[in-house]
């Protein structure tokens, strides 16, 4: 299919890790992202990864690329409460990011 | 920077009503992007522009939508006449150009019912 799927919904509990996953569709595709949307505001970048990279850390953040199965994921270690929103995959596409519809994740206490 | 500037925040409206959405980008980004998001359908982008020329209008839904860019700062997106399916949230994004490099960064959004 064309679409960028992911699950719509995660439970964590507070301190555990999330990891959220997501296929994407085009192979040519040569940037991968994870943008977040909290609560009444808009979609902003949380990170990215080249599609020459396999994996990419930024502190709490993990993203794992296989290219090969077209699916990326991202691991949010140690998670927090202020991790709850709605993180959405996306792949670039010609001159577009085609975003998938977003996966929203809940904290447990 | 303000970031992306739109108003109004939230519209409410009766079915046949003209509406306008607006939209600042950033100073100095070439790129503006309308997407509109629901709970059904997700975030689908309706139509972007490179330097105030509209290039892929494809995703806009019907004829009763319209997009301009009059100049580098200001964007509209009209809806003529409004229906009760035209109810989501619609947001604006500006990239420094366009293409997978480019971050996009997005406005507040802009809420809108149509009764």
Request: charged content about 20%.
């Amino acid at each position: 299919g064309e679409d960028v799927e992911q699950s719509l919904f995660l439970s964590v509990r507070e301190g555990d890790s999330s990891v959220i996953n997501c296929t994407y569709t085009d192979s040519s595709s040569t940037y991968l992202y994870w943008y977040k949307q909290e609560p009444g505001a808009g979609l902003q970048l949380l990170t990215y990864i080249f599609s020459n990279m396999d994996m990419k850390q930024d502190q709490r953040l993990t993203v794992l690329l296989n290219k090969k199965d077209k699916h990326l994921s991202l691991r949010i270690a140690d998670t927090q409460t202020g991790d709850s929103a709605i993180y959405f995959c996306a792949e670039s596409r010609d001159d577009k990011i085609i975003f998938g519809k977003g996966t929203r994740l809940h904290i447990l206490p | 920077d303000a970031g992306v500037i739109q108003s109004p925040r939230h519209e409410v409206t009766e079915m046949g009503q003209e509406v306008t959405l607006r939209c600042k980008p950033i100073s100095g980004h070439n790129s503006l992007f309308w997407y509109r998001q629901t709970m059904m359908r997700g975030l689908e982008l309706l139509i972007y522009f490179n330097n105030n020329v509209p290039i892929d209008d494809s995703g806009m839904p019907e004829d009763r939508f319209s997009a301009k860019m009059p100049n580098a700062s200001f964007s509209t997106l009209k809806i003529q006449p409004s229906e009760p399916r035209d109810s989501a949230v619609y947001f604006c994004a500006s990239s420094l150009a366009s293409g997978g490099n480019n971050e996009q960064f997005f406005g507040p959004g802009t809420r809108l019912t149509v009764l």
